[in-house]
Structure formats: structure tokens, C-alpha cells
């Protein structure tokens, strides 16, 4: 199976990528979509521009997009790209990060119909507590580098999901109904390190920006590093 990857550098789609790795599916380009606004319905933004590190980092072929952001009308450059790249026989499949998210897995479903693509979502309706341990046993090191939750303040952004960052967001959980694996849009992430890289990525300087409930953790200068 030849297929596309949706990429945006965070947690659920490099785990994505990580099962189609897994399952033998040969990763003919990764796909990150540049969206013109902060709040698209569709796709991760921040640090979205530097997944060609992690694109790197693995050795698979990366296709940016660029999308104006408009609510629905941010599919049509996705459909364009998947298009071209089915008509040069290069894809039968697409795979995406989808854990909970209808909006999302019904539109990209929706593309793949209308192009006769295969379309596989491996995290879909898992438990999003269990997608989170499941990340720490295979080794993957994820930075969160957005928040936009009740309980999630400015010491967040940079930090690492591990065990105990879990612990804290089970309670948060509990306490302001939040998604632990962010798919209520709570937290934006992007990957260190996982195990598909060839080398690990470090960061030389990053921005916190904050303003009023939200944030972003703007990463200015990353390099890669031997594991």
C-alpha cells in the first residue's frame, strides 16, 4: 500500500505515521498543510512550518500545502495535492491523526471517497489516556506547543508529556472536563523524537507568547542531533 501521510509534526500524527511504518505501507510524501489562519477548523498550527526537520529526521519526502484557511474552502488545497499525487500513481491511500475529531475524519473520509483513495485513521476513538501512555512506551518525546484550556497556563508550553505531566492532566481532567490528548483543541504538541528518527531534534530557541487564556510555544531556531 502506497500512501500519503498527513503531517503535522504533533503527537497523533507521528503516531499515525508510526502504525503505517508498522504495517509495511510504503510513505510516499508527508503532507503538512499551511493554513493563513490561527484558528483553522482542520489543521495544527504551531511550528507547523518546521516538520521538514522531522521530515529529515526520518527520510521521507515532505509536500507543504498552503491553505487560505476558510472554513471548508481549506480542503480544497488538500483535495488538489492528493489529486496529483493518485494521478501519478504514487498513492492508493491516505493516512490521518483522527482520534475524536467527526469534523476532521468525516471531511478527509470525504476527499478520499471522491478520489477513490483508501483512507486509514489507526488512532480513531481510541482511548485518549491510553494513546498517551502508549506514546511514552514507544519512546516518542512530545513538547506541548500550544494551549487554549481552563487549567493549562504558561507553564505549559514547552513542557514535556511525560509520566507526570499525564498525572496532571488526568486531574484537570476531572476537574475542568478537559481532553488528556487535547481533541477539544485544549493543547497543540510536536515531536522530539520517536522511533523512526534517524536523529533526534534539539531546540536552540524558542518564544512563549501569551495572551489572555491561550499560548504558543514558538520554537526560532532547532537542529538535529545524533540520538
Same mark, same amino acid.
Given at each position: 500500500m ?10 497523533? &500524527? ?19 498543510? @499551511? &493554513? %493563513? ?24 519526502p @515532505?509536500?507543504? *500545502? ?5 472554513? =471548508?474552502?481549506?480542503?480544497? =488545497? ?8 493518485? +494521478?501519478?500513481?504514487?498513492? %492508493?491511500? *491516505? ?5 475524536? &475529531?467527526?469534523?476532521?475524519? &468525516? ?5 478520499? %471517497? ?8 489507526p ?21 506541548? *506547543? ?6 493549562? %497556563?504558561e ?17 484537570? /481532567? ?13 493543547? /497543540?504538541?510536536f ?10 531534534? +534539539?531546540? @536552540?530557541?524558542? /518564544?512563549?507568547?501569551?495572551n ?5 510555544? @514558538?520554537? +526560532?531556531?532547532i ?5
Amino acid at each position: 500500500m502506497k500512501v500519503a501521510v498527513l503531517f503535522s509534526g504533533g503527537k497523533d &500524527s507521528a503516531s499515525a505515521l508510526f502504525w503505517a511504518v508498522k504495517q509495511g505501507f510504503e510513505i510516499k510524501a508527508l503532507i503538512t498543510v @499551511l &493554513s %493563513d489562519r490561527k484558528d483553522s477548523f482542520m489543521y495544527h498550527i504551531p511550528n507547523a512550518e518546521l516538520t521538514h526537520f522531522q521530515a529529515e529526521a526520518m527520510g521521507f519526502p @515532505l509536500i507543504f *500545502v498552503h491553505s487560505t484557511g476558510v472554513k =471548508e474552502k481549506e480542503l480544497i =488545497e488538500l483535495k488538489e495535492i492528493l489529486q496529483d499525487l493518485k +494521478k501519478q500513481k504514487l498513492i %492508493d491511500g *491516505v493516512v490521518t491523526g483522527a482520534l475524536a &475529531s467527526v469534523y476532521q475524519a &468525516s471531511r478527509i473520509q470525504k476527499i478520499c %471517497d471522491s478520489l477513490k483513495l483508501k483512507c486509514f485513521n489507526p488512532l480513531w476513538q481510541k482511548k485518549q489516556l491510553d494513546h498517551l501512555n502508549e506514546l511514552l512506551e514507544n519512546k516518542f518525546e512530545v513538547i506541548i *506547543v500550544g494551549v487554549a484550556a481552563y487549567g493549562l %497556563d504558561e507553564k505549559w508550553l514547552g513542557r514535556m508529556i511525560d509520566k507526570k505531566a499525564i498525572q496532571e492532566l488526568v486531574e484537570l /481532567e476531572k476537574k475542568f472536563k478537559i481532553n488528556v490528548a487535547a481533541e477539544g483543541g485544549e493543547y /497543540e504538541s510536536f515531536v522530539l523524537d520517536c522511533p523512526l528518527f534517524k536523529k533526534k531534534l +534539539k531546540i @536552540l530557541n524558542a /518564544e512563549t507568547k501569551w495572551n489572555g487564556n491561550t499560548g504558543e510555544y @514558538l520554537i +526560532k531556531e532547532i537542529k538535529l542531533v545524533k540520538k
